[in-house]
């Protein structure tokens, strides 16, 4: 390439991350207990609402919609392909300012301004705009209050599906109880067909970095995620086994069927898969289909360059003596009765020395099989550490499924604490670190990240982003608190998984701390997190994750001792 073409090159990628920055949706602040949210916090979640056909209520995207009154062909593709450029650009722009006037005038005024802008004939576009219609109208009703005082008397609340608006608005209203699936219906037909989209996409991944498929792979699953999906995280982990759901009389998905080799055409991926406490509390039969997908597969008469379950189960047999069914064991959680890895709060109160010993407390935490014993009976929560040391020392790859737009992976201390804490168990039994991926299955093309790309891109739409902080601050000390919250959990993927650029670290100082007014308002609302924040900066530089100019280093510790000063001067 020469250098005019390569910059040409830079260029296009440059514009194409501004433009994935400027489409995420951002939450402006937080949501205030038994406030409804305003019409501009709206328009956002609007807009994403009718990027999605909704065949439930024969809703057609309004991309689509446009392309179409715009006679652009093959619109799918350009986002499938996720491609850029000013068609896309005008079809999106076409979007938010229709947004904009049904906004002030109505799903009909929205409905003329589509025709006259993009030749959208007005009944076409209607079911859209009558869908953001009642969106609207319910995200104003708010009964969060009301339902709390009727719980709180023992009376009678109506449920509601978990899930988030985007993905189903029947969500709404809030202030219902949740209702989870049936765990025999997952994972659903349609989590199945999605699933495929995103497995596909993760070995394409890692196949494009690596030149081969991950011989192994270990994902992690989560409760709540495998409601709002109905099983997309556990939909992927059959796909990449090879195998799909098969449902018995009783239309439950009891057992598989294997998916054959002429078809599948790549070979089956040995999958280890952590499951979080609730996810074993509310999915046990899925936890046994997983099991069974697992046996399945390794049971197969197929060669070991295709099967890498069957070559990995063998090898555990041959080189160490295991039964058949300890070597097939995958499927691992806590200690009934038990949650979460705890690695969040070794972090979070920088009680370790050694980065190993994260990975060790998350193999500690989340050691205990959930599989059969050879007489065929289910074995809940069997204390394997040796068994998991081993299946995770094969591991080549990790992964998440994100299936959120609301919570994303440093908003809250889980998603370190999981797949930052596997990473780091599988880095510290292979000697080298896993190549860690995210998924971002909501988005209408299925996008597979780096997680470095994805701290990038969470620092950049959130943590530094005046849109985002500003609604933070609205919220005062909350604010505040999210703010260094954000931080930590950033922290947190420097100690579990060497994920952060050290401009992060930088910018964050630079935003927060070294910039006078904005030191002083933070210190005036809340101290306390102003000191953690700058404690975590320090300590980032301590643990060798950073190493900004001196000059950056005494700031910090100057407002380290001015903070300090100020809360005993305010005796706050
Ligand atoms: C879960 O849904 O399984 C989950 C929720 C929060 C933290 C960790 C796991
Ligand atoms: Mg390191």
Redesign the pocket.
């Known amino acids: 390439m020469n250098s005019e073409s390569a910059r040409d090159a830079l260029i296009d990628q440059l514009h194409e991350q501004l433009v994935e920055i400027e489409q995420r949706l951002i939450p402006t602040g937080l949501h205030v207990f038994g406030r409804s949210s305003e019409l501009s916090e709206k328009a956002d979640l609007l807009r994403m609402v009718t990027s999605f056909d909704r065949p439930e209520c024969g809703a057609r995207a309004l991309p689509k919609l446009i392309a179409e009154g715009l006679g652009i062909d093959g619109y799918d593709e350009m986002v499938q392909l996720g491609a850029r450029g000013e068609t896309r650009e005008l079809i999106d722009q076409t979007v938010k300012d229709a947004i904009q006037v049904f906004c002030e005038g109505g799903p009909l005024a929205a409905g003329k301004f589509l025709k006259s802008a993009a030749n959208v004939e007005v009944e076409a576009s209607q079911p859209a705009f009558e869908l953001i219609a009642n969106v609207s109208e319910h995200l104003d009703a708010n009964h969060e209050l009301q339902s709390l005082m009727r719980a709180l008397r023992g009376e009678y609340i109506e449920p509601g599906p978990g899930t988030d608006i985007v993905q189903n608005p029947l969500v709404l209203p809030t202030g219902r109880n949740t209702h989870a699936v049936n765990p025999y219906s997952v994972p659903s037909q349609a989590a199945f067909l999605r699933a495929r989209t995103a497995a596909e996409a993760l070995l394409q991944r890692y196949r494009d970095e690596h030149g081969r498929y991950p011989r192994a792979l270990a994902m992690v699953l989560w409760g709540l995620d495998n409601i709002k999906t109905q099983g997309e995280g556990v939909a992927q982990a059959l796909w990449l086994l090879g195998v799909r759901p098969v449902r018995d009389a009783l239309n439950r998905a009891t057992d598989v069927e294997v998916i054959p080799m002429a078809e599948l055409n790549r070979p089956r991926i040995d999958v280890v898969m952590t499951v979080s406490g609730i996810f074993r509390d509310l999915f046990a039969p899925t936890m046994t289909l997983l099991d069974k997908a697992v046996r399945t597969v390794a049971q197969l008469d197929e060669p070991f360059e295709m099967n890498y379950v069957r070559r990995n189960v063998q090898e555990k047999i041959d080189s160490h003596g295991a039964s058949i069914d300890e070597a097939v064991t995958r499927v691992f959680s806590n200690a009934p009765g038990n949650y979460g890895t705890n690695v969040n709060f070794m972090v979070m109160q920088s009680a370790w020395e050694d980065?190993a010993a994260l990975g060790d407390l998350f193999v500690t935490r989340k050691c205990f099989a959930y599989t059969r014993d050879s007489q065929g009976r289910t074995v809940e929560g069997r204390e394997a550490p040796e068994l998991m040391s081993d299946v995770l020392s094969r591991v080549e790859a990790t992964y998440q499924n994100i299936d959120s737009f609301e919570v994303g992976i440093t908003d809250v201390d889980h998603y370190f604490e999981y797949l930052g804490g596997i990473s780091k168990a599988v880095e510290t039994r292979t000697r080298s670190r896993p190549s860690i991926y995210l998924s971002d299955s909501l988005s209408p093309q299925t996008k597979i990240r780096s997680l470095e790309e994805t701290v990038r891109l969470e620092t950049r739409t959130k943590t530094l982003n005046p849109k985002w902080y500003e609604g933070m601050l609205k919220h005062g000390f909350r604010g505040v608190a999210e703010i260094e919250n954000h931080v930590t959990n950033t922290f947190g993927w420097s100690a579990t998984a060497?994920a952060v650029d050290p401009w992060i670290y930088t910018e964050i100082s630079k935003t927060f701390l070294l910039d006078e007014e904005m030191l002083q308002r933070l210190i005036e609302l809340n101290p306390y997190s102003v000191e953690s924040l700058a404690k975590r900066l320090l300590e980032a530089h301590e643990r060798?994750?950073w190493n900004p100019d001196e000059e950056i280093l005494e700031s910090l510790r100057e407002t380290l001792s001015k903070v300090l000063n100020h809360k005993t001067t305010a005796k706050v």
């Open positions: 980065e060497d060798g994750y």
